[in-house]
């Protein structure tokens, strides 16, 4: 998917694919992903940082052995802090 950003309140919009292309290649969102259950469009949209407030609701949407989970693949996924920078949003939409 090519690049694309847009200007929002909250930041700059940049799109990825399932890989980490253009940004980072080689990223394995697509593996991460499917080990949540989540589902995720291509290409993805994120905002640089991961930085951001969540409604109580839609973290309670998760049980708590999703989060325990969640804790188990970001500590054994090298490139953790960028393919979640990635799901953020599709985690708590």
Do not use: C, M
Request: aromatic share 14%; glycine share 4%.
């Amino acid at each position: 998917a090519p690049f694309t950003e847009s200007i929002i309140p909250h930041g700059r919009i940049y799109q990825s694919d399932w890989r980490g292309n253009p940004h980072h290649p080689q990223l394995q969102i697509a593996e991460l992903a499917h080990e949540l259950g989540i589902e995720i469009p291509e290409p993805l949209d994120f905002i640089v940082g991961a930085q951001f407030t969540v409604n109580k609701k839609l973290i309670l949407k998760h049980k708590k052995e999703f989060y325990v989970k969640l804790y188990e693949l970001a500590n054994n996924y090298k490139d953790a802090p960028w393919i979640l920078e990635r799901l953020w949003l599709y985690i708590f939409k």
